[in-house]
């Protein structure tokens, strides 16, 4: 198994900057792709950033330019600095690790912790 814990979550105005962070724990596995989410209420989770075992990043359309994804794999933790926060990115943010685990993938789930962006 994997644990996945988020943390950095917070309460910041608009224009101000967070970064999360998320750690992975475990035995015996090699990580895939990490991958930050986020669910606003009354919303779908939707993807915001991925970033590969290469170091390959994707962005949502909405956070391209003011979100960056990162990792260090010494520490098997992911972190997402997020410049220029606006009130619609408030949401609880999950961080995905896809692990091998015996040679089968699995996709492991943190959380989450709670951004709030004010106006």
């Known amino acids: 198994q994997v644990q996945v814990v988020e943390s950095g979550g917070g309460l910041v105005q608009a224009g101000g900057s967070l970064r999360l962070s998320c750690a992975a724990s475990?035995?015996?596995?090699?990580?895939?792709?990490i991958s930050w989410y986020r669910q606003a209420p009354g919303k779908q989770r939707e993807l915001v950033a991925t970033?590969?075992?290469?170091?390959?990043?994707n962005y949502a359309d909405s956070v391209k330019g003011r979100f960056t994804i990162s990792r260090d794999n010494t520490k098997n933790t992911v972190y997402l600095q997020m410049n220029g926060l606006k009130p619609e990115d408030t949401a609880v943010y999950y961080c995905?690790?896809?692990?091998?685990?015996?040679?089968?993938?699995?996709?492991?789930w943190g959380q989450g912790t709670q951004v709030t962006v004010s106006s």
């Open positions: 475990g035995s015996a596995f090699s990580i895939n792709n």
């Open positions: 970033i590969s075992s290469g170091d390959k990043t």
């Open positions: 995905n690790v896809a692990a091998i685990i015996d040679y089968r993938p699995r996709s492991f």
